[in-house]
């Protein structure tokens, strides 16, 4: 199958090129996802789906990432099924390409984002349950395998600075324990593997690190993040 024959060093690699390969770039907000994504879109044989978030900020007009900053209990669930359309969209999307690279996924939606708001009491019982519900549908009914994950890994510390650099108007209520929480979600699952079930070898990069070193791990990473040789 398509993952067996990235992984087989065997094979030369333009004919292992030619066999569909998905990777999923996580990690904290801030983490330096698009500079990541921004560097291998150069690639001839990669198409990037970088994540939709300017239409989260414009729903018919109704800016969703704004109402669930300011007011999560009443706006998490509006927000949330959103993204997860939106991200079902990206891995259903047809590939045209022998790598397709997605910003996050509709896993990290679930296991990182939407469990953070419900376990610190910022998305109802019912919003999770409703949402959980049609997640464990969407798995069961589409195709949205992932070959590998691409882990930038940050500390909230450095993710909150990046943040505050970027100022995007939305983010300005996100405080430092948001982003610890989410760091915590993302290790337990990605590192310790213990919380959710993992859809695919994960590759880490520690993301702490400034542009130029960032990139120089980027290129020496290059054939196992677009062959899937982990
Ligand atoms: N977001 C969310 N729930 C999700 C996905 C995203 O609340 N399921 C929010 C977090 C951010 C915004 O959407 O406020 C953008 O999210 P990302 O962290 O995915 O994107 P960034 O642009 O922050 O990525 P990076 O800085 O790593 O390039």
């Known amino acids: 199958n398509a993952v067996e024959c990235y992984n087989d060093v065997s094979i030369p690699w333009p004919r292992r090129a030619k066999k569909k390969f998905t990777v999923a770039v996580e990690g904290n907000i801030g983490c330096g996802k698009s500079t990541f994504l921004n560097y291998f879109m150069k690639s001839s044989n990669t198409e990037v789906l970088m994540e939709p978030v300017n239409s989260w900020k414009s729903v018919q007009g109704h800016n969703t990432l704004e109402l669930m900053y300011k007011d999560s209990q009443r706006w998490s669930l509006t927000f949330q099924s959103y993204v997860q359309l939106t991200m079902l969209q990206n891995h259903v999307k047809k590939q045209r390409k022998a790598v397709k690279m997605m910003e996050r996924s509709i896993y990290s939606a679930k296991y990182c984002f939407v469990e953070n708001l419900y376990k610190n009491g910022m998305m109802p019982g019912v919003d999770y349950a409703v949402l959980s ?92 993040i677009l062959c899937g040789n982990v």
């Not at 300005?172 to 760091?183: D, F, N, Q, R, T």
């Open 133 to 224: 519900e049609w997640f464990a549908w969407m798995q069961k009914s589409c195709n949205i395998g992932v070959d590998l994950i691409v882990y930038l890994r940050a500390t909230p510390e450095t993710c909150m600075d990046r943040i505050r650099q970027r100022n995007r108007k939305e983010e300005s209520l996100v405080p430092l324990e948001y982003l610890e929480s989410l760091h915590e979600l993302h290790e337990d699952w990605l590192i310790h593997q213990t919380k959710f079930p993992v859809p695919a070898p994960v590759l880490v990069l520690e993301a702490d690190k400034g542009l130029s070193d960032l990139q120089l791990d980027f290129e020496t990473r290059r054939e196992e």
